[in-house]
């Protein structure tokens, strides 16, 4: 290794894509960030164009290259990570996609789901996926992809139909991670934490299910291959006639989260993590045991090592909460998230203000497909304020209600949680965060830990780095978050409950 050489690390998420260069220390070097387009062409449904992803992905890996003063041919390896559950379906010949990737956040497939239950398999699917059915996941929206993305038939042509081109392997689904290594290796893979994310797979034999297929009708030929998570035989290398110029290996690809648990060197279990970003995803190691849970969490593979078993993880992901800043914002009760910080602190309380941030649903504990944002408590005396204080507690809030299910299911208790993701350079949030959940808060020096994460893995993979040891002595501590006293926390989160029940099964 030298010590002119990184690890880059695409980091692809809901809003935007990153490209983040790092050294063998674990430090950002260099990086670089592009926002697309958020598409509803209906209500409840969310979509991207995988082209201008990939547009995007091209252009930060440049220009994070060129503000670093780094050639492609430095870059030891690159790892990437992905929103989850976010599906694309594409040519295998052309590389072109046929339709908009349908968005993790997308509705359109509840009532797929509601006929799930009816039919009475919602159980037969948790136990082979570690999931709660919901529209959240791939599954559905793959099979809606392929029932709704034939180009109109010209009666003289008649050309086939998508789902027979995809049984024949001519199209391809996959998750983002997917996508981006197809267009950067020519090989159509995928690694065990994404493939768990999409209901399609069998969390414990780790492997496709052919029932699973069969239920939403999805060839087997149209997946990718699934790989652990850093792996030494990598996922391709790019085109050195390509946009990069250099032959650099891809050696690894993590689901956001399960990227973000491993850059926050989770690897022992009773270890968790809390990311903040749209949505908010608490994880914690389980090891190589699955634990099923009976409090709304869900089982899914943490990180898969080359040559090593599965490690698995509970998790409890939060649609909303980031989005609900934005929210505000878009309405013009702020004018950026970061003046959200001053105006929370500005009150010493919400006045009874409960705002549940139900704007796609409610995901853990709750899973409710039908819940719709509520906030209860208004006066006269209510002011932008309230609201604003009331949004970050939602944030705060939600997040015990996973916490406590989490040492349920787990029978671990947390005594501490790292946590990252762009909220938590707000520090009232934090100590609010601490405050509502009797705990400790620990957040890193390094806040891009799911880009690092994914880098770590991708770093392993090619002997960047020897042994998770090294990422553990790489990682440090920037702030600690004690609780404090005087908030009146568990009547406040018992009101909390009262206002969750007043959001469900609204739609």
């Keep these: 290794m030298s010590e002119n050489t990184y690890v880059g690390s695409i980091d692809q998420g809901t809003t935007g894509t990153r490209f983040i260069i790092f050294d063998h220390g674990g430090t950002v070097v260099s990086s670089a960030y ?120 010209l009666s003289r042509s008649r050309p086939r139909d998508v789902r027979d081109r995809a049984a024949d392997g001519e199209l391809l689904l996959g998750t983002i991670d997917s996508w981006l290594i197809y267009n950067l290796t020519g090989n159509h893979v995928t690694d065990v934490t994404n493939a ?28 990718p291959e699934v790989r652990p998570s850093s792996d030494e035989s990598l996922y391709g290398r790019t085109d050195p006639d390509g946009f990069l110029g250099a032959s650099v290996p891809v050696g690894a690809a993590l689901g956001d989260q399960q990227a973000a648990l491993f850059g926050q060197t989770c690897f022992e279990p009773g270890d ?18 699955a634990v099923m849970s009976e409090y709304g969490l869900l089982t899914t593979v943490g990180f898969q090592l080359s040559g090593e078993p599965a490690q698995y993880a509970l998790e409890g992901p939060i649609f909303i909460t980031g989005a609900a800043i934005e929210w505000l914002e878009q309405l013009s009760v702020i004018e950026d998230a970061t003046e959200s910080e001053q105006l929370a602190r500005s009150v010493d309380s919400t006045d009874g203000v409960y705002f549940v941030p139900a704007l796609t649903g409610l995901g853990a504990p709750h899973w409710d497909q039908r819940a719709r944002g509520t906030i209860v408590g208004l006066t006269r005396g209510t002011r932008r304020e309230h609201l604003v204080r009331a949004a970050l507690e939602s944030i705060a809030f939600q997040t015990r209600d996973v916490a406590e299910a989490m040492v349920e299911d ?30 400790e808060i620990i957040r890193p020096v390094v806040n891009e830990t799911t880009a690092l994460g994914a880098a770590y893995a991708a770093g392993l993979a090619v002997g960047y780095w020897d042994t998770v040891e090294e990422l553990k002595e790489n990682w440090q501590v920037d702030r600690t978050f004690v609780p404090t006293e005087g908030m009146n926390v568990d009547h406040r989160y018992k009101r909390w409950q009262e206002a969750i029940l007043r959001s469900t099964d609204w739609a």
């Design 196 to 223: 768990s994310r999409t209901m399609l797979f069998n969390t414990f034999d780790l492997e496709w299910d052919a029932d699973l297929l069969a239920e939403f009708n999805v060839p087997g030929a149209a997946l």
């Design 410 to 439: 787990a029978a671990i208790p947390l005594s501490t949680l790292r946590v990252d993701g762009g909220a938590v350079r707000n520090n009232f949030l934090c100590q609010l965060q601490a405050t509502i959940l009797h705990n």
């Design 272 to 289: 968790a993590k809390t990311t903040y970003g749209t949505g908010s995803f608490m994880l914690m190691n389980t090891g190589d045991r």
């Design 34 to 153: 592009r926002k697309h387009e958020q598409l509803y062409p209906n209500q409840g449904w969310v979509e991207h164009d995988p082209m201008e992803i990939w547009t995007n992905t091209k252009r930060v890996v440049t220009e994070a290259l060129e503000d670093g003063d780094i050639e492609a041919s430095q870059l030891e390896a690159i790892g990437v990570t992905n929103q989850r559950e976010t599906i694309v379906l594409w040519e295998r010949a052309t590389g072109k996609p046929i339709a908009n990737a349908l968005v993790w956040q997308d509705r359109r497939t509840t009532g797929r789901i509601e006929r799930l239950e009816a039919e009475g398999k919602v159980d037969a699917v948790r136990y082979k996926t570690g999931l709660e059915p919901d529209a959240y996941f791939s599954a559905p929206k793959a099979e809606w992809l392929l029932d709704n993305s034939d180009p109109i038939k």
